[in-house]
């Protein structure tokens, strides 16, 4: 008899938990495996502070459901799930409800107010796609608001922003906003000294979980950014242009227009209900499970992410609420629930976290760093460098190459204001266009190699590469003083190949300079032993390209003449290619690699050697004003219909 899994929740745990299955379980046509969500795409929750500061647009933090689970035996379905009946062993959603022998709770979380007066009336949370849109609109127009005010005292009101909470979420969101202010100030013709930014939290230090080393360092750093930190602060009331603090005692009330809640979370009612429901409920709404992340007394019910409560063996506190204990938990559900239907025992629950990591802005941040018992910090560009290599990672197990290209198109290549830990050094900021005499004069020069050598017989079936690589070496030997450089009719085929200007004395000499460092590893033809480079060039070993050469490209006539009638092909077609704007990325790339090959094979063409920086230049947005611009958008829409491409996200959006 068939068996049925249904998972909860397409957060950082579902999507795992569905995809491990749907891996294991691809050619067992007894298993059905559905996720159900209330939208549409999974929400990169650890990235909301971005798009409500305005560094990235909202599409950058989500991932379409029907595109990760494109190809696999997963069915996506879009409804709210209601309750789960655990005896008739049903989830019920608003519009249809599913059965199931197994299901898989990760429902997420929500924050919490504590019971707050006026806190969830009056303020702005940050837990989801939602929040950080309708957050980034309010921003926006608070500014605009108040460059339309000309009473100075209510536009230092309007510019008054709140941030309670200086937890991961409170921090990373006033870190961004500070980043922010200073661009919507200019954009808006406002002061700057008028903007008023406060962090708020009840505990005496920032970030608590971390060393208390790097809480200083995220302390300062937002001081540094004009935030102004307030610690052991109690919120007690907040209203719609108040908040009052109560300080060792004192409560003081401010006005405020914007308040953004950030103090605390607490499971999803889902989550709550369940614990309820099989009486193992815990604070927070958490469920309490077993070591194989079953709810207690339950053999069919898994609970995974933020909705777990489960201590590891050896520890004091349950699994933290964060990203990656959700993350390893919906493996480790899905590996249990693959060895129940399979009969196989099923595995404990044995976390292994890898520390914590915190940007203040797109610039700046830090982390706290573990591997078993070894642990360090790093801070700014390392810091920001590991946040960004692990979402790399997260998102080639998601949504493979696709999301891992768009996150760095938004967050390295097309950001800016230079809110990025390499600045805008990489951030598109030139029209492409401009690349397009570039891209035309680089095809013409092909197209006129290739005809040359086509008037040079290259087509007409007669060996030419012999003499092409002897006269280089005769060259190379020249310049290094190995052996006799007046080789007659090589010497003839060197001078024309690198042409007069090459013997200028300057440009000679440029060369030798050049060969000194590089002619071990790309010159081929010179032995070690007759090799006149210093002695630690010897430990360089360029014998593949020799063995090519030889073995391969000159083993026989008809390899010769295969071999050059190719190179005139490529030639000629990567020309018209360029020319026309047609295939410009891959006519870029060919032109890259084939112009390389003659530099490691021959160096006759180190004089214009630009053209391999030429290639790398028009390589991604060189094709504009070309004919890519029809062609290309018709070839990606036939391409992304191919089964294959859409199973391994080998497309870009």
Known sequence: ????????????????????????????????????????????????????????????????????????????????????????????????????????????SKPTYFGIEGAEEHTHTLWSYDDAVNLRDHILATFVKASQTPDVAERRKLLTFYVVGAGLTGVEMMGE?????????????????????VEVDAMPSVVGTLPEKLQRKIHNRLVKMGVEVKLNAKVVKV????????????????????????????????????????????RGGRVETDEFLRAKGQENVFIVGDNAYFVPEGEERAVPQMVENAEQSGATAAKNIAAAITGQPLKPYKPAFH???????????????????????????????????????????????????????HELFTIRNRRSFVGGHFSNRTPSFLLMPMRVWLGMVWLFEGIKKVQEGWLSGTPQLANFFGGAQSWYNSLLGIGDASAGATGDAVAGATGEAAAAAGEVLLHWNFFNILQPIF???????????????????????????????????????????????????IGLALIAGLFTTIAAGMSVVLQMMFLMTTGLYLSTVWM????????????????DYWVMPKLKALWKRIPFVKKWYLYND
Request: net charge negative; with cysteine.
């Open 355 to 409: 520390g914590t990591m915190v940007c203040i802005g797109g610039r700046w941040g830090t982390a706290n760093v573990k591997f078993g018992k070894i642990q360090f910090n790093l801070v700014s560009f390392f810091a920001m460098f590991s946040k960004h290599m692990m979402n790399c990672v997260y998102f080639v197990q998601v949504l493979g190459w696709n999301k891992v290209f768009s996150y760095l198109k």
């Open 239 to 282: 209203t719609a242009d108040s908040i009052s603090l109560d300080i060792e005692g004192n409560v003081e009330t401010n006005s405020v227009h914007t308040v953004i809640w950030t103090a605390g979370i607490e499971s999803a009612d889902l989550s709550k209900e369940t614990g309820d429901a099989l009486s193992v409920a815990q």
């Open 177 to 197: 906003l500070a980043e922010y202010v200073p661009v919507l100030c200019d954009k808006f013709s406002l002061d700057p000294q008028e903007v008023t930014m």
């Open 612 to 627: 391999v920086v030429a290639g790398i230049a028009v390589l991604f947005g060189g094709n504009t004003l070309g004919l």
């Open 523 to 573: 010159v081929t033809g010179t032995t070690l032993a007759e090799s006149k480079l210093p002695d630690f060039a010897f430990k360089l070993d360029f014998s593949l390209m020799n063995w090519f050469v030889d073995k391969v490209i000159l083993s026989s006539d008809g390899m010769q003449v295969f071999m050059q009638s190719m190179v005139v092909i490529m030639e000629i077609a």
């Open 1 to 108: 008899m068939g068996k049925k899994v249904v998972v909860v929740g397409a957060g950082y745990a579902g999507i795992l938990a569905a995809k491990k299955l749907a891996k294991k379980f691809k050619k067992d046509k007894d298993v059905e495996i559905t996720i159900v969500d209330r939208n549409p795409f999974s929400t990169m929750l650890t990235e909301l502070h971005e798009v409500a500061a305005g560094r990235v647009d909202e599409y950058s933090i989500r991932m379409d459901l029907k595109k990760i689970f494109a190809g696999r035996k997963v069915d996506v379905k879009l409804d709210n799930i209601e309750k789960v009946d655990f005896e008739k062993q049903v989830v019920i959603g608003a519009h249809e409800s599913y059965a199931y022998d197994y299901v898989v709770i990760g429902s997420g």
